[in-house]
């Protein structure tokens, strides 16, 4: 059984699925930190390209599996209208409430 969005431990990681789930670009972009970087599958990618290609045009959704103790490294089922669902992992680095980094993958 997937965890609630509520039980995920970091408020910017809780914000994070949080948008993605409800499509909601500018909430998104409020987590983020200016300058993050982020990269899929080991090769870095344009946040702002790869989130609209990947996330917000595709109606992308997290089904979060399982966290780490801290909270920062997600397995979650990942779904969108492009790849359909996958297993992921994806993780986070954050200072103070914002998101400076995050990596995805299939898990």
Known sequence: MPLTVDQLIDPAVRAFVTAVNAGDREGFQAVLAPGVTMSDDGSDRD???WTEREVFAPHARMAVESQSEDGL??????RNDTWG????AWRFTVSGDAITR?????A
Do not use: C, D, N
């Open 47 to 49: 946040p702002a390209e």
């Open 73 to 78: 490294s997600l397995v979650a089922r990942y």
């Open 85 to 88: 669902e996958m297993r992921t």
């Open 102 to 106: 995050f990596e995805t993958g299939q």
